[in-house]
């Protein structure tokens, strides 16, 4: 999925070390893994303005691959202003397509985002275990609704 083989290779703006999944952004780590049918990407480090859209493009080409999507925002350190604004594109863009997710914040995102309306939009876990636990139960729902 996310392998590359050259040393530090560089695929559309991204860089990954040999023989890992990691890919390096910019001060930003992403690393994505499946986790039975829903995949996790692990963000690290800082998403700002050099790497915001690199950020997007990462996360927005697993929104079809699953049916499920955690992202993993736990331990990163800041997110710049536009940050909000991307996470509220990829609700919608997973809203559209059927993808359910969750995002797992850390302190930092936590505040961000209950500092207004975002809070109340996105689809917020405190723990990966607690953002499966989410996405099992917005598939059952749409199970029993259809």
């Known amino acids: ?15 990954s070390d040999p023989g890992s999944s990691i890919v390096h952004c910019n001060g930003a780590q992403m690393r994505a893994h499946r986790r039975d049918e829903i995949i996790v990407v692990k963000v690290t480090g800082d998403i ?19 049916p499920g999507l955690v992202l993993d ?26 993808t359910h997710w969750a995002i797992v914040c850390g302190a930092f995102i936590s505040r961000l985002v209950r500092l207004g309306e975002p809070y109340d939009t996105l689809p917020i876990a405190a723990s990966e275990h607690q953002a499966l636990r989410a996405i099992a139960e917005q598939r059952h729902a749409r199970l029993v609704a259809s």
């Not at 990163?76 to 996470?87: K, M, P």
Request: with cysteine; charged share 25%; net charge negative.
């Open 48 to 66: 700002d303005a050099t790497n915001i859209d690199r950020f997007y493009d990462y996360i927005s080409r697993f929104l079809r691959e699953a």
């Open 1 to 15: 999925m996310i392998a590359h083989s050259s040393p530090r290779a560089a695929i559309g703006g991204f860089t």
């Open 73 to 98: 925002l736990g331990d990163v350190d800041f997110l710049c202003a536009r940050g909000i604004s991307v996470l509220l594109r990829l609700d919608t863009e997973c809203r559209s397509v059927g």
